[in-house]
Structures are given as structure tokens and as C-alpha cells.
């Protein structure tokens, strides 16, 4: 009877967990172009496959005393294209059960991934912002950021508001199109959106690389207060609109994010970035927003506290780039 109630409580918690493992792993799903990425945190290893291109490789996974995980690759399967070589190094953070931001070695765009495999049963509501835009992309006179709406029976998916990195409103509301999802990826015209329950990365055209741009989509709650995000964090800095990749951390106190770029290994500042932004106001213009400054230019993130119910924090930001003032500055964090 003790072997029976302790099995089923076994069985009850990964089932119900916030990370749904399994002996193969998480695997997750993400754009740029079709990543598939499996991360196998209790046998040490990972896969990864560019199916668009035809190539997998396998590997050795390590999470390291900083918070990121280590991927070293120790195998190739190549069909076409040009898949990262044995024995290179990627870092990665995950957070539990919803999203995976991979640095792959010699990338200068961050990609994104979500957990793959299952088509959304509920509807869902969250806030986006940008990450990897296109060439012509101008922060200055465009969108940054705003708020996301999906509708799994229907498959319709848009962006209901729409927001400059000031706060201000751009537009009017925009239709992403009605997807078609088969296996948590839903397909419309030239978009390819990878959902599940609380969350989507939409990739808005995956035939041409030079237009296409991601929308980070994540669950949208209020923000309790100026101090509701503080702590220390470890992430990714993609600059002018992905351009440079930069692993780093960062210390979050009172709305202030200050952020120091790193060597994931040994946390030893590379001396690459030093900088902060300064987020005055929470909440603003919508509920799980932030608003404020890096530089003299205005910036904007999005705060999600405790998300996908685990005890993890993150911040996603985007600012004009120091360095070319049109392009944008993302900041990725996930808190330790």
C-alpha cells in the first residue's frame, strides 16, 4: 500500500510540475529558422535540430554555478546546410516549463524557444515585445511593444494594442492571421507561430529572413510594486537589433536594471557592457509593462513576477541601441 500512495504521488508530480520532464527531457521550439531543442537536465545532454536547413547535433548539457546552461556539442547529423561544429559551446537559460533563450556559439541573434509539442487549450492574453527585427525596422518611429491575443479554437491570433517605446499607442490594432497549429506551431501566409499554453513567439516571415521579425509573446498580470522585481538575474544582451550577443548579469533594485556583460563560465566581467536602465514607472502603460529610460532615450520592458507559476522572475526589454539609434537594444533576463 506505502509502494502504491508513494508511486502515485510520483506520477502526480511530474504531471502537475511547472517543468514537464520526462527521462528524455524538455524539449522546446522556436524560430530562426525552425529550431527544435531538447535539454535533458538530469542525463546531462541536449539535441538540437534546424529542420528547415536538415541538420541535427547532440551533446553534453551542464548547468553551471552562474545559472546558465552549458550545451558542448558532441556530435553532427548533416543534411544540408551548416550546423555549429563539435566540440562548440552554447549557453542557455531556462525558465521552468514555458521557455528556453539559447545563445548559440558564433550567433549574433539571440533565439528563442518555447516548450514544444502540444497545441494551447485555452485562450490567452499576454503582453509582447520585439526581439531580432528586420533590417528596415526603426524603433524611433515604430512599434516596440504592446499587448497579444490568441484564440485556440478559432486559431485567430493579433495584437489588440500596440505601443511605441515612449508608451505611446502606434495605431491601431493588428491581425496576425488565423493559424493553422499542428504540434504547438500553427502556420498562416509567411508566419510561423510557436505556441502553448501561456505563451508564443511568432516569427513574422520565415521565407524571408531580411523582413522577418519576433514577437515574444508572455502571460501579462500587474507588476505589485517598484521593488516586486528586484534581485539578481542572469540573461542575454542582443545589441542593434542583433547584431552582438553578450551573455550577462544583472542586479535589479527599485526599478534600476544594472547589467554587466560576462564570461557564463567563471562570471568575470568581459568588459563588453556596463550600463543600466532606469525603469520609473510600473505598470505603465499597461498592467506587467515598465517605462523609462537608458541614456537620454526612452526604453520599455516587460516584468513577469513568479512566471508560469515557478518562483523565477523575468524582464524583457527594448531600448534604441547606443550605437545605432534606430536600431533596437534587448535586454533578456531571468532571475537566479
Same mark, same amino acid.
Given at each position: 500500500?506505502?509502494?502504491?500512495?508513494?508511486?502515485?504521488?510520483?506520477?502526480?508530480?511530474?504531471?502537475?510540475?511547472?517543468?514537464?520532464?520526462?527521462?528524455?527531457?524538455?524539449?522546446?521550439?522556436?524560430?530562426?529558422?525552425?529550431?527544435?531543442?531538447?535539454?535533458?537536465?538530469?542525463?546531462?545532454?541536449?539535441?538540437?535540430?534546424?529542420?528547415?536547413?536538415?541538420?541535427?547535433?547532440?551533446?553534453?548539457?551542464?548547468?553551471?554555478?552562474?545559472?546558465?546552461?552549458?550545451? %558542448?556539442?558532441?556530435?553532427?547529423? $548533416?543534411?544540408?546546410?551548416?550546423?555549429? /561544429?563539435? +566540440? @562548440?559551446?552554447?549557453? #542557455?537559460? *531556462?525558465?521552468?516549463?514555458?521557455?528556453?533563450?539559447?545563445?548559440?556559439?558564433?550567433?549574433?541573434?539571440?533565439?528563442?524557444?518555447?516548450?514544444?509539442?502540444?497545441?494551447?487549450?485555452?485562450?490567452?492574453?499576454?503582453?509582447?515585445?520585439?526581439?531580432?527585427?528586420?533590417?528596415?525596422?526603426?524603433?524611433?518611429?515604430?512599434?516596440?511593444?504592446?499587448?497579444?491575443?490568441?484564440?485556440?479554437?478559432?486559431?485567430?491570433?493579433?495584437?489588440?494594442?500596440?505601443?511605441?517605446?515612449?508608451?505611446?499607442?502606434?495605431?491601431?490594432?493588428?491581425?496576425?492571421?488565423?493559424?493553422?497549429?499542428?504540434?504547438?506551431?500553427?502556420?498562416?501566409?509567411?508566419?510561423?507561430?510557436?505556441? %502553448?499554453?501561456?505563451?508564443?513567439? $511568432?516569427?513574422?516571415?520565415?521565407?524571408? /529572413?531580411? +523582413? @522577418?521579425?519576433?514577437? #515574444?509573446? *508572455?502571460?501579462?498580470?500587474?507588476?505589485?510594486?517598484?521593488?516586486?522585481?528586484?534581485?539578481?538575474?542572469?540573461?542575454?544582451?542582443?545589441?542593434?537589433?542583433?547584431?552582438?550577443?553578450?551573455?550577462?548579469?544583472?542586479?535589479?533594485?527599485?526599478?534600476?536594471?544594472?547589467?554587466?556583460?560576462?564570461?557564463?563560465?567563471?562570471?568575470?566581467?568581459?568588459?563588453?557592457?556596463?550600463?543600466?536602465?532606469?525603469?520609473?514607472?510600473?505598470?505603465?502603460?499597461?498592467?506587467?509593462?515598465?517605462?523609462?529610460?537608458?541614456?537620454?532615450?526612452?526604453?520599455?520592458?516587460?516584468?513577469?513576477?513568479?512566471?508560469?507559476?515557478?518562483?523565477?522572475?523575468?524582464?524583457?526589454?527594448?531600448?534604441?541601441?547606443?550605437?545605432?539609434?534606430?536600431?533596437?537594444?534587448?535586454?533578456?533576463?531571468?532571475?537566479?
Amino acid at each position: 500500500m506505502k509502494y502504491f500512495l508513494l508511486m502515485m504521488l510520483l506520477v502526480l508530480n511530474l504531471s502537475c510540475g511547472g517543468n514537464s520532464t520526462s527521462s528524455s527531457g524538455v524539449s522546446y521550439s522556436g524560430p530562426g529558422s525552425n529550431y527544435s531543442l531538447t535539454v535533458n537536465e538530469v542525463g546531462g545532454s541536449f539535441s538540437l535540430t534546424e529542420s528547415d536547413a536538415g541538420w541535427t547535433v547532440t551533446g553534453e548539457f551542464e548547468e553551471l554555478n552562474s545559472g546558465f546552461g552549458k550545451l %558542448t556539442t558532441t556530435t553532427q547529423t $548533416v543534411i544540408a546546410g551548416s550546423p555549429p /561544429a563539435v +566540440n @562548440s559551446v552554447h549557453y #542557455v537559460f *531556462l525558465v521552468p516549463g514555458l521557455t528556453a533563450m539559447l545563445q548559440l556559439s558564433g550567433s549574433t541573434q539571440l533565439t528563442p524557444t518555447i516548450i514544444a509539442g502540444s497545441c494551447p487549450t485555452d485562450n490567452f492574453e499576454g503582453n509582447w515585445l520585439f526581439l531580432n527585427v528586420d533590417a528596415a525596422y526603426d524603433i524611433t518611429t515604430q512599434d516596440t511593444f504592446g499587448t497579444f491575443s490568441s484564440n485556440y479554437a478559432t486559431g485567430a491570433a493579433s495584437l489588440p494594442t500596440k505601443y511605441m517605446v515612449d508608451g505611446t499607442v502606434f495605431g491601431s490594432a493588428s491581425s496576425l492571421g488565423i493559424f493553422t497549429c499542428s504540434n504547438g506551431v500553427g502556420t498562416v501566409d509567411t508566419a510561423r507561430m510557436y505556441m %502553448t499554453d501561456g505563451g508564443a513567439i $511568432v516569427n513574422t516571415d520565415v521565407n524571408t /529572413a531580411a +523582413n @522577418s521579425q519576433f514577437i #515574444v509573446a *508572455l502571460e501579462k498580470k500587474a507588476i505589485s510594486n517598484i521593488t516586486g522585481l528586484d534581485g539578481s538575474y542572469i540573461g542575454f544582451v542582443n545589441t542593434a537589433s542583433g547584431t552582438a550577443l553578450y551573455s550577462v548579469t544583472a542586479t535589479v533594485t527599485a526599478g534600476v536594471i544594472a547589467i554587466t556583460s560576462i564570461n557564463p563560465e567563471t562570471e568575470a566581467a568581459d568588459g563588453n557592457i556596463s550600463t543600466s536602465m532606469t525603469m520609473a514607472n510600473i505598470n505603465t502603460p499597461s498592467d506587467g509593462f515598465m517605462t523609462g529610460t537608458f541614456g537620454s532615450s526612452a526604453a520599455a520592458c516587460m516584468g513577469v513576477q513568479g512566471i508560469n507559476s515557478s518562483t523565477k522572475n523575468f524582464i524583457m526589454c527594448g531600448a534604441p541601441d547606443p550605437g545605432t539609434a534606430t536600431a533596437i537594444y534587448n535586454v533578456v533576463l531571468i532571475s537566479r
